[in-house]
T-cell receptor, first 110, second 113 residues
């Protein structure tokens, strides 16, 4: 599985968009990009995934660059409840386990 | 609510003891995964079961074992417990079709004293 690089921490004002970057320069063609988050010590929560195209769901948007070497998770209107550690994970289609890095600790402030 | 349940929520036990953690996957999910999260190691994959059979193994100690039963619930057995086994243990389940997104339970916090 490809290695990902994320900033250790980020801050965001409540109501503003939070843009969380992830580098995955060694990603191969059949690998998906997944985003999960973990609020305090709760179980990780699936947010979104993508292969090539940009994706949007009720939680977030995922922007993947054309060369697929990086991506950005966008929380359009961050709230205090979005304070969490966000993990970007690259995983092959047939590789079932998730390999978690250290993630980005997002702090949303009032 | 992910639909994955885990019991117990908290467990406190002594070194050398044995415990069993239980997980019920989301309805219809055949795959169950176990992860360990300790302060110094982060989230680490332990083992995966698919429809009763072991499918993948990660950094699981020999003192640990798991199984998945015909009703698809899974148990993680931890024996000869050491202080370093204190951690959060998460179970996740996934559907049988790509892209296999995993849904996590609330975890069991194990404290070994």
């Amino acid at each position: 599985d490809a290695k990902t690089t994320q900033p250790t921490s980020m801050d965001c004002a409540e109501g503003r968009a939070a843009n969380l970057p992830c580098n995955h320069s060694t990603i191969s063609g059949n690998e998906y990009v997944y985003w999960y988050r973990q609020i305090h010590s709760q179980g990780p929560q699936y947010i979104i995934h993508g292969l090539k195209n940009n994706e949007t769901n009720e939680m977030a948007s995922l922007i993947i660059t054309e060369d697929r070497k990086s991506s950005t998770l966008i929380l359009p209107h961050a709230t205090l409840r979005d304070t969490a550690v966000y993990y970007c994970i690259v995983r092959g289609r047939n590789t079932d386990k998730l390999i978690f890095g250290t993630g980005t600790r997002l702090q949303v402030f009032p | 609510d992910s639909g994955v349940t885990q019991t117990p929520k908290h467990l406190i036990t002594a070194t050398g003891q044995r415990v069993t953690l239980r997980c019920s996957p989301r309805s219809g999910d055949l795959s169950v995964y176990w992860y360990q999260q300790s302060l110094d190691q982060g989230l680490q994959f332990l083992i995966q079961y698919y429809n009763g059979e072991e499918r993948a193994k990660g950094n699981i100690l020999e003192r640990f074992s798991a199984q998945q039963f015909p009703d698809l619930h899974s148990e993680l057995n931890l024996s000869s417990l050491e202080l370093g086994d204190s951690a959060l243990y998460f179970c996740a389940s996934s559907a049988d079709t790509p892209p296999y997104e995993q849904y996590f339970g609330p975890g069991t916090r194990l404290t070994v004293t």
